[in-house]
């Protein structure tokens, strides 16, 4: 599949695209051109490296609206208070039929504590995820917001995490379920609920920073027993 990371160049971005690519044709897209260009370079020796003779994919980096023209898949891997002005302008450059996949959590941060603040995104916000179904009207899937992007990011390390996702379109559950195990076998997609759910996945990542930050114990996921 050809898969478009917008915002591609951040910490979510790397790790996707290195793994995704043992399969697909991944795009970073940023909006810096020569930015997505030398961010790919790097990921695609990664990926070669991990990988060697498996890797039948490829990484090439673009400017975001050039890279969700190509695409099946958009992933809008950007932080959430610039996303309202980030749909007005690619919208128009998003295939209809490609699937999104929001990893967007807005989170703030209050007497020391990480809070879930939608309202980061608008006053009346209560997700991204739901943001984003409604302004764009493609086919939306909310998840991935409980991979840290650091063990992501080093293809040899065990994903062995569950991973929620939320849609209101039954059509996008397999293509979605397939690229996460893509990126993991071990990697167990749960489904919640329509995307008027998303909040509630949103909102665990803030739960995890919290827990990170009195523990100190970094890079956590979850897993159900
Ligand atoms: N980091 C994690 O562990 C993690 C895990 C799960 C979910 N998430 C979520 O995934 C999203 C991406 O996370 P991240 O850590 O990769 O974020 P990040 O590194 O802070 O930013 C990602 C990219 O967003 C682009 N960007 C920054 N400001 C922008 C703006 N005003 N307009 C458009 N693009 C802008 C930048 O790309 P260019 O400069 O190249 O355009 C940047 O490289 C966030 O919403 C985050 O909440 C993160």
């Known amino acids: 599949m050809k898969i478009a990371i917008l ?13 995704w690519a043992r399969k697909h044709e991944v795009i970073i897209g940023s909006r810096d051109e020569q ?77 020391g504590k990480f809070i879930y603040d939608p309202t980061i995104i608008a006053p009346n916000a209560r997700s991204a995820g739901e ?14 917001h409980t991979l840290p992007a650091k063990k992501l990011a080093d293809p040899y390390s065990m994903l062995n995490y569950d991973l929620l996702y939320c849609s209101s379109d039954k059509s996008a559950t397999d293509i979605f379920t397939n690229l996460a195990t893509d990126l993991d076998e071990r990697l167990n997609p749960l489904y919640v609920g329509d995307i008027e759910l998303s909040y509630l996945l949103e909102s665990i990542t803030v739960t995890i920073l919290n827990i990170s930050l009195n523990t100190k114990r970094w890079n956590l996921s979850i897993k159900f027993i």
């Open 7 to 19: 915002g591609g160049t951040g910490d979510l971005g790397t790790g996707l695209a290195i793994r």
């Open 35 to 111: 930015k997505a260009v030398n961010e790919a370079k790097d990921y695609a020796s990664k990926a070669i490296l991990a990988y060697q003779t498996e890797l039948k994919g490829t990484i090439k980096g673009m400017k975001n609206e050039d890279a969700a023209k190509e695409a099946d898949v958009v992933v809008i891997a950007i932080p959430a208070q610039y996303l309202i002005d980030f749909l007005k302008n690619i919208g128009d450059y998003i295939n209809k039929e490609a699937l999104i996949i929001s990893p967007i959590v807005p989170i703030n941060k209050k007497d």
């Open 131 to 144: 943001v984003i179904a409604r302004t764009l009207k493609n086919r939306v899937v909310s998840s991935f």
